[in-house]
Structures are given as C-alpha cells and as structure tokens.
C-alpha cells in the first residue's frame, strides 16, 4: 500500500515488556482490521473512524491530511472518494430509518460501518450508569442520532471539498449531449452536480442554525460561536480557503447571518457605509463657502460698523434664500406632478390632434345619416295624349 509516512510514529515492540494484568486489561475489540490493508481499504477504515469515534480521539481537522496519505492517481483517488460522498436525503434515511431499526432490534447484516456503529455505542456513556443497553431507550438512541447526524453532514462537506480541490476532476459541462441525456424525459431534473450536493449540506447545517436560534432566543449572544461556525472557521477555511475560496465564501454567507441594518463591520473598516456621505460633505463645504463670504466684509476696517453690519445682513438674507433654492432643487417633498415646457407644449399638441380628430368624427358621423335616410326621389308625370285628327 502506498502511503505517505507518518510524522510521529510509535514502535511496535516495547522496550518494557508489559505484564500478565496489564495484558487482559488491553482491549482487542477494535472491528476494523488495520494490517495488510489495500488503499481502499484504508480510506473507508479512515472514513468510519472519523465519523464514529469521539473528537478527542479523531477530530477533524485531521480528516483530510489523513486522506492524502494515499499515493495514488488521481483517477483512482476520485474513485475511492466517489464511494464515500452520500446525499442529503441518504443521510437522512441513514440516521432517521436504518439505523435506529438495527439499534432496535440488536443487529443487522453485519456490515463493517455496522460494526464499528456497535463498537461506538457500547463505547458511549450514558446519563445513567446503571442503564446497559442505553440504546433501547427511545430517548437516548434519537439524541445520539441527532448528534451523529450532524457529524456526518461535517464529515461530508470535507469530503466534498476535498474532492473538488483534487487535481483532475473530471469536468463534464452540464449541457452536453449524449444519448442518455437525449432519452431523457422533458421536464426531468438533471442529476445535481457536486456543488449542488455540497450546497445542500450548507444548506442543512444554516437550517439547523435557524432552529437553534429560535430554540435559545435572546440567551445567544452574539459573539458566541455555534459549533457551525467553528466548524467554519477553524476546519474548513485553513485548509479550502486558498484552494476554494468560492466555496468557503458560500459556507460564511450561510452560517455566519449579517443584518442589513448592523454597520459595524462598514464603519470599523474605515468605509462608507451610505451613498449620501459625498452629497453632506458637499453641502458641508457649500456652507463653509456661504460663511466665509459672509464673514469677509468685516475684515474691511475702514467702512463704518453701521454699512458694514447692513451689508452682512444683506448677503446673509440672500445666502438663505439661495440655499433654500439650491436644497429646492436637490430634494424635493412635492408628490404632485409638475410638467417641464416640453412637456407642456406636447400636451397641448396631443390635445389639439385629439379634439381634430373628434371633429372629423363627427363629421363622417353626420354624412352616414344622411346616407342612410330613405330618398323621396323625382315623380315624373306622363304626357298629355294628344287626339287623333280622324276624331275631329
């Protein structure tokens, strides 16, 4: 098995031999087998224990240096990973149906994730000492569940990144056209990508923080971290950060809630944290400029206080009234709607083409009537017979 070397590692044979006592209080129930192992062998042993055994033993953040301990090519890595990677909706099957049934009924199909599930559990301690078999309480056996849930979805994520940080991922575009994709129904979802499975337990953990918070309401402070955002901050951003920082950008926006009205981060930053900040400067320094041509007459010594003072007041009056026109101009409060002279001028043209046409209306109106009213027409009368010259 090609594997890289550990940095610390302990021999195998002691130096003090240990004793008969010591020898049947050591514990040989570890299921998983670790010698002679294949590369796939290693990665699933490596996977189970970090997702079953505690985080004082296994903890996280060395889940992914573990994995790359394996000398393979990439082909192969993505392949090992592949059988590991589950989705939202097998997670929760997992965890909410399979399970809790084998707990229940004290077995399975002896499967190696099984194994090492039983190991976990008869491993675990329970609130109450005296209960043996605290995993026939319903109670127990839901939180621990719960508890191993969330371990998965973590476990996943890494996973997930660690893939899609690995050298040659295959990249197959999603509208590309083969004759599966051809048979396929119209109106059939494609099959999610590896972001999108990745964004679903992002989802997950931000759907679990919306219930935390609403289970502990104002007794979260807000400096205080989940273990959300600790999973965050000190697991996945110092190892994906520099490789996936769009990734890592989309777990903050998920975990880490920013108020639209808070502007603390803005103002310690030394930015604008609104758009009307240049307009106050501006009228800030318009007002200086009113003040200072206000105060520069009485610099003039040699008129009299009396023209000096009129024309101060003077030129204070007028700088009023042009602030008050220029603030007119800039912002004003009137709802009702004031047309420009264009406007009035495209008014009155409409106006005029509309009553124009009303007339000609009114008018083919008038000759329609008179077309269709019935006509007396002309009454010719006949000749008067003239007598025949024979009768007279």
Not at 90 to 118: C, D, R
Not at 237 to 253: D, H, T, Y
Not at 282 to 311: D, F
Not at 321 to 339: D, I, Q
Request: hydrophobic share 35%.
């Amino acid at each position: 098995m090609a594997l890289k070397p550990l940095r610390y590692t302990i021999p195998d044979t002691a130096r003090v031999p240990w004793t008969a006592a010591q020898e049947k209080s050591i514990s040989h129930e570890f299921p998983l087998n670790v010698q002679n192992e294949s590369c796939e062998d290693f990665v699933a042993r490596t996977y189970f224990q970090f997702l079953w055994l505690p985080e004082s033993i296994m903890p996280l953040n060395l889940l992914v240096p573990s994995l790359l301990r394996v000398q393979t090519p990439d082909a192969t890595r993505h392949a090992m990973l592949e059988r590991l990677l589950l989705t939202t909706r097998s997670v929760t099957n997992k965890y909410h149906v399979e399970l809790p049934y084998i707990l229940a009924n004290g077995g399975g199909q002896g499967e190696e994730e099984e194994s090492i599930m039983w190991f976990a559990v008869t491993h675990e301690k329970s609130e109450n000492e005296q209960d043996e078999d605290p995993w026939l309480n319903d109670s127990w056996r839901s939180k621990w569940m719960d508890r191993m849930e969330r371990r998965e979805v973590q476990v996943q994520i890494l996973l997930y990144l660690l893939k899609l940080s690995l050298p040659g991922l295959p990249d197959v575009p999603l509208d590309v056209s083969s004759p599966s994709k051809k048979r396929r129904k119209i109106g059939e979802p494609r099959a999610p990508s590896l972001e999108d499975r990745l964004e679903a337990f992002m989802d997950k953990l931000s759907m679990w923080q919306l219930v935390n918070t609403l289970d502990q309401g104002m007794l979260h402070r807000k400096e205080d971290r989940d273990w959300m955002q600790v999973f965050c901050e000190d697991v996945v951003e110092p190892r994906f950060g520099g490789s996936l920082p769009a990734q890592i950008e989309l777990l903050r926006s998920k975990i880490f809630p920013h108020s639209p009205f808070s502007d603390s981060s803005d103002s310690e930053n030394g930015r604008a944290t609104s758009p009307d900040i240049p307009t106050k400067r501006a009228r800030g320094s318009s007002i200086l400029e009113v003040k200072k041509t206000t105060l520069e007459p009485a610099r003039s010594r040699s008129r009299s206080l009396s023209v000096t003072l009129a024309e101060e007041r003077e030129r204070e009056r007028e700088g009023s009234v042009g602030a008050r026109k220029r603030l007119n101009r800039e912002v004003s409060m009137k709802r009702a709607f004031k047309p420009r002279e264009r406007d009035k001028v495209d008014i009155e043209r409409k106006e005029k083409e509309k009553a124009e046409e009303k007339l000609r209306a009114e008018e083919a109106r008038l000759v329609a009537m008179k077309e269709k009213e019935p006509s007396l027409g002309v009454t010719l009368v006949d000749a008067t017979p003239v007598k025949s010259r024979t009768a007279r």
